[in-house]
């Protein structure tokens, strides 16, 4: 009877369309046979599992790069899926966080090699408990001789447990263009009515009536010159600006651009632009009010910590909500804080930034407060993470009203399916999603 189970549920699984999963003991269900490799380095079964009965647990790592292996069998060029879970057991007290990456390298029929990073945590505390480690990734177009999926972990001496692994083809849609169309019709377009009344003795078909858009509500925009703004020699430029968008970034408030002394600050750049914008019936974002990384705060901040450091931040923090309280619609609270955790390491808090998030909204709830972060959809190994941020962020109650995506298109060229699942992925956190930053960089102007 058992058997007979597991055959229909085969025939369930194919006939439903269910792509099957490519990695081998995905779930650690059965013996430890050689499917996943370690090197230098011990793996056991543990009963401390995500799902089912078994997980495997690593222990005795002597270095940071050491983590399981396993070969895979991956077709150029198509769409997969990555997921798996992971539970950190251990801490090292010299670092607040830990990271995971899980990497895929490949060999080319015709040489050479690539890894490809498909996913990266990198805040990760014992206390977590288990988190998805997931991403979607297309495979190069290269003809592949082998691949091989390898997690690269955290500090050594840490150890953790994987479990519920799988690896599953994506299905494209047959025409992208046709099918954004499509969306477009459905959620960006619809049908307006007009009535009009002529005066006796006027032949309607005689009438001709013109319609002028003139503004909408779909945030467009770009970043600005603050120093041509208000500048008479660069009319044409400010002309560009009140004619092609609606929205404006302004970057002037950041910290390290600050032309004041320390108790004595002086964004008048910033506060200029602002108004002038808002003159012009532009909305503004502010971009950045922090940005969690040594290079991007002013010198005098640097060798700050603990108190010190909390009260600098604070007194900066009421300074630039009090210039632009009234005049932004968003504010870019904390920038890039999945790359560097400056302020949680000099104030021993994990939950710092969080903290600059209730206080920009105590003191004035009107803006809409933004992560910002790149490697979202372009380079997309921390869509995943970025999605249980912003989770985390809602579960405690922070006052967080949507996710800016950087989409620096360095080289790489745009891929409209994979950009298009990676926004339905990031979907998942309830939350409006932004494009900030977006470039295209191609040394060939025809490909650009």
Excluded at 61 to 74: E, K
Excluded at 85 to 94: E, F, G, H, M, V
Excluded at 126 to 143: E, M, Q
Excluded at 283 to 295: C, G, I, L, T, Y
């Amino acid at each position: 009877m058992a058997k007979l189970l597991v055959l229909l549920a085969g025939v369930v699984a194919i006939c439903s369309g269910q792509k099957p999963n490519l990695m081998q003991n995905p779930g650690f269900e059965d013996p430890l046979s050689g499917h996943w490799t370690v090197h230098g380095f011990h793996m056991s079964l543990s009963d401390d599992a995500h799902s089912g009965s078994k997980a495997a647990k690593f222990t005795g790592r002597i270095n940071q790069y050491q983590g399981p292996a396993q070969t895979l069998h991956l077709e150029s060029g198509k769409l997969y899926y990555f997921e798996s879970y992971i539970k950190q057991l251990t801490d090292n007290p010299s670092h607040l966080f830990q990271r995971y990456r899980a990497i895929i390298g490949f060999g080319f029929t015709e040489g050479g090699s690539q890894q490809m990073y498909i996913a990266h945590h990198t805040t990760v505390r014992s206390t977590d408990g288990w988190f998805r480690c997931a991403g979607y990734f297309r495979a190069p177009t290269k003809a592949i001789s082998s691949a091989y999926l390898h997690y690269q972990a955290p500090d050594a001496h840490i150890d953790f447990l994987l479990d519920d692994t799988s690896l599953t083809e994506v299905d494209e849609l047959p025409d992208w263009k046709q099918s954004a169309n499509q969306r477009i019709q459905q959620t960006r377009m619809g049908d307006i009515q007009l009535n009009f009344n002529l005066a006796s003795g006027l032949d309607g078909n005689q009438v001709e009536v013109q319609v002028d858009h003139k503004k909408h509500s779909f945030g467009f925009g770009t970043l600005v010159r603050e120093q041509w703004l208000n500048d008479v020699d660069h009319r044409r430029y400010q002309n560009a600006i009140y004619d092609n968008f609606n929205t404006a970034t302004v970057q002037a408030v950041k910290w390290r651009y600050d032309e004041g002394t320390q108790g004595h600050p002086d964004f008048h750049l910033a506060v200029d632009s602002i108004n002038t914008l808002n003159q012009h019936g532009m909305d503004v974002r502010a971009h950045n009010m922090f940005w969690d990384h040594r290079n991007h705060v002013p010198d005098y901040v640097k060798q700050m910590s603990g108190d010190q450091l909390n009260t600098t931040v604070m007194d900066h923090l009421k300074y630039m909500v009090g210039i632009t309280k009234g005049k932004v619609i968003h504010w870019d609270v904390q920038n890039e804080l999945l790359h560097s955790q400056w302020f949680e390491d000099q104030t021993k808090d994990p939950l710092y930034s969080e903290s600059l998030y209730t206080a920009v909204h105590d003191l004035d709830p009107t803006p809409k407060l933004f992560l910002n972060d790149y490697a979202i959809v372009a380079g997309p190994e921390l869509a995943d993470v970025y999605i249980q941020q912003a989770e985390r962020y809602k579960n405690h109650g922070v006052p967080l009203h949507g996710l800016g995506i950087q989409s620096h298109f360095h080289q790489a060229k745009p891929d409209p399916e994979l950009m298009r699942l990676q926004l339905d992925f990031l979907a998942q956190a309830g939350l409006p999603l932004w494009v900030t930053e977006m470039d295209v960089w191609q040394l060939d102007e025809n490909v650009r």
